[in-house]
């Protein structure tokens, strides 16, 4: 794992520098020292993306190296409508089909495919975030990146689903629901993400507390894993490409009960952690609506990942809400004012996240394929081995 913390590390240290250095700048460059921070920080998990060798992410070998070569051989209206990819989102393939016949690079390719994840990522981050934006920057490194080089085309949704959010807090539901759908022109599961708002209305509701809520909404999880089956049975004929998804045709997952269990664990603990630092830190501090809509988004992630337990890839749906983690956990630590309490926060967050991850990716039984992370060869002439 040790690659993917000295990216997660390099890209934090990086946009951490670019505020500190803002900070002490004459005004009218301060956005300019900030952009070019992200800006490097976005190179640096494109360059480890595209460069990474074929072996790495499960995705590369299945399709990667298949519809790279499938661009270059077919032209734009039969890779789009005819080839085998026609399945695909409309914008993912005008995206591949450009990148690789502007390029004819197997490198480029795969680091056009993680930009369009990046990009609107750290936007979001850097919109959503102010004093703890570092913090967002290596919860995406450690937990997020390695698992967008086994999920290419999902994590090209993913970051348009993360820059949704930024309108769900400025309470507009139609650019919101935009943001949605661009991002399901890329991978069509995120058409689940819509439930993003109405889950963030209700933790924010000011009746009941978030741990009812929590209880509530886990409960109604868990008896939908277990009535889904039948339902998903019915459905799959009207699903057309992703019928398969909801068939015995893939493997039910215990991995995915434990990834359900391990991320529920993970925030109930540092959740633990945080209220007990805010009550040294500010006694008499309130209620954070915002804070408590985000946090009942990730728990039902968390739970919605328990879905593997029926069909192996639907764990994924969980994915576009526990992304959310890269917001919540910044936006708690900005809420601790005392040092002594923030730090400690702040070493707890990375310690758990940390072990998160090497659980998750080390020895999780679900995705294994981003280790060990190999280099590879820029040679031109090394673009369609895959």
């Not at 526990?322 to 702040?346: D, H, N, S």
């Amino acid at each position: 794992m040790w690659p993917y913390f000295a990216i997660a590390i390099a890209a934090s240290a990086l946009v951490w520098s670019s505020s500190f250095s803002a900070s002490r700048t004459p005004e009218k460059y301060q956005q300019a020292v900030t952009v070019a921070g992200y800006a490097l920080a976005a190179l640096v998990f494109c360059f480890f993306a595209g460069a990474r060798d074929y072996s790495v992410g499960a995705d590369v070998t299945t399709y990667g190296g298949p519809s790279f070569d499938a661009a270059l051989s077919l032209g734009f209206t039969d890779f789009f409508s005819s080839g085998p990819y026609a399945q695909w989102g409309s914008l993912i393939k005008v995206a591949l089909w450009a990148s690789a016949n502007a390029t004819h690079s197997f490198f480029w390719y795969l680091f056009i495919i993680e930009l369009i994840f990046v990009v609107p990522t750290l936007v979001a981050i850097r919109l959503l975030l102010k004093d703890a934006d570092y913090m967002g920057i290596f919860i995406f490194g450690i937990l997020f990146f390695p698992l967008s080089l086994n999920l290419m085309r999902q994590a090209t949704a993913m970051g348009f689903v993360l820059l949704a959010f930024v309108f769900v807090k400025q309470r507009k539901p139609l650019l919101f629901t935009l943001f949605v759908v661009i991002g399901t022109l890329f991978h069509s599961t995120a058409l689940v993400s819509l439930l993003i708002y109405p889950i963030w209305l209700l933790g924010r509701w000011d009746k009941g507390s978030l741990l009812v809520k929590t209880a509530i909404m886990g409960a109604i999880m868990a008896a939908a894993i277990f009535a889904l089956p039948l339902t998903l049975e019915w459905l799959a004929p009207y699903l057309g490409y992703y019928g398969a998804y909801l068939t015995g045709s893939h493997e039910k997952s215990l991995g995915a009960l434990k990834i359900a269990l391990g991320s529920t664990l993970l925030l109930a603990g540092l959740g633990a952690i945080y209220w007990c630092c805010l009550r040294k830190s500010d006694p008499e501090a309130p209620r954070d609506p915002a804070l408590e809509g985000m946090t009942l988004i990730t728990f039902f992630g968390a739970a919605l990942s328990g879905l593997g337990f029926v069909s192996a890839p639907l764990y994924r749906l969980g994915i576009y809400f526990l992304m959310l983690a890269v917001i919540l956990v910044p936006a708690a630590i900005t809420r601790l004012r005392m040092r002594p309490a923030k730090t400690i926060f702040e070493v707890a967050c990375v310690l758990g996240l940390s072990a998160y991850s090497i659980g998750y990716y080390v020895l999780g039984s679900i995705i294994q394929m981003v280790l060990p992370y190999l280099l590879v060869s820029l040679q031109p002439d090394k673009a369609t081995s895959a």
